[in-house]
């Protein structure tokens, strides 16, 4: 009786073991593909399932999705640029069972569709849209690695590149590139600037030219700044247009005024005769202009001979000095006798 209690408690403890190796529990991320004697049986959903031990056996497929890395790729672009370009991929299995049976590991199968195809992207792209049109890209990258991915049972959610490295002469190409561009609009801007700049100043000259009293009041202005940086020395230009405006702004003298002042001219050249008395038989100042305004006959003192031959300077002006007296002629005082 012992014996069989042995043999029932050995053969239950067998059982328990037998079905404890059997048990399988599958989370909620993961799906279980069972094959019996190395055929398909099912796939298992999320839970405890059981498996007839030595017969069944469960392999486990994450549904997750997967964020993989592609190493950079150097390549030539479409303009005969070398760069390496790295991207990430993000997919997840949709098919449990394909991606069991179809590919032996997808993991690799689409790390390595996905370095090809970024290649492939290298070699089609400029290097202008590797690195302002990255969004295309990623599109069509996305489509060249999902194709093959579907039938392996792997959805490609995204494609994105991350970096794209240049040379170091690219680099410093491109610097100088943009310099130029930005110099050159900032050339244009202004040159534009002073374009409208004198535009706006012919308008003011020709608003200025119709009112002459704006040019004095512009100076004013231009005054009362300079002024206002508390200079010890402030140099003030002094425009012709000014003048000619102060010119026509003041009366002219009147006829008579013009008349009253003739007299005054007059007396400034009597005084200036006084001061330089003129020579009356002077030859060098007989074609003078002086000579000529004061050409009046000189009276000659009584008893001398008006025969040329006296060099005596003659007073033009009475309220001068009077000549030297003169040796009286023998024949004239023979004729005053």
């Keep these: 009786m012992e014996i069989l209690i042995l043999i029932a408690s050995g053969a239950l403890a067998g059982a328990a073991a037998a079905i404890g190796a059997g048990m399988r529990v599958v989370t909620q991320y993961e799906r279980g593909v069972v094959f019996r004697l190395g055929r398909v049986r099912a796939v298992r959903d999320p839970g405890l399932r059981l498996l007839i031990p030595a017969v069944d056996k469960m392999r486990k497929v994450s549904m997750q999705v997967v964020t993989m890395p592609v190493p950079a ?83 490609i959610d995204r494609v994105e590149i991350k970096d794209v490295a240049l040379p170091d002469s690219m680099k410093r190409s491109m610097s100088r590139q943009a310099e130029a561009e930005r110099e050159r609009r900032a050339r244009v801007i202004s040159a534009d600037g002073e374009y409208q700049a004198s535009q706006k100043l012919a308008d003011a000259a020709a608003r200025m030219s119709q009112s002459p009293a704006a040019l004095q009041l512009r100076l004013l202005e231009t005054v009362v700044q300079v002024a206002a940086e508390k200079n010890s020395t402030l140099v003030l230009p002094f425009p012709v247009e000014l003048l000619r405006f102060l010119e026509r702004a003041t009366p002219g003298p009147s006829a008579g005024a013009q008349g009253a002042a003739e007299p005054e001219t007059g007396t400034a050249e009597s005084v200036t005769g006084a001061e330089f008395p003129a020579v009356a038989n002077d030859p060098g100042r007989a074609g003078s202009p002086a000579a000529l305004g004061e050409s009046t006959p000189a009276e000659l003192p009584s008893g001398a001979k008006p025969d040329g031959r006296d060099t005596q300077p003659v007073i033009a002006n009475s309220n001068d000095k009077a000549a030297p007296p003169r040796a009286a002629d023998p024949g004239a005082s023979g004729n005053e006798g």
């Design 73 to 155: 790729q150097e390549g030539i672009t479409r303009d005969n640029v070398t760069v390496r370009v790295d991207a990430v991929v993000y997919f997840r299995v949709i098919d449990p069972l394909r991606a069991i049976v179809e590919v032996e590991n997808y993991l690799y199968a689409v790390g390595q569709v996905a370095q090809t195809s970024l290649r492939s992207v290298i070699g089609k792209s400029d290097l202008d849209d590797l690195l302002s049109n990255r969004e295309q890209l990623n599109k069509g990258l996305e489509l060249m690695i999902d194709s093959p991915a579907l039938g392996w049972g792997v959805h």
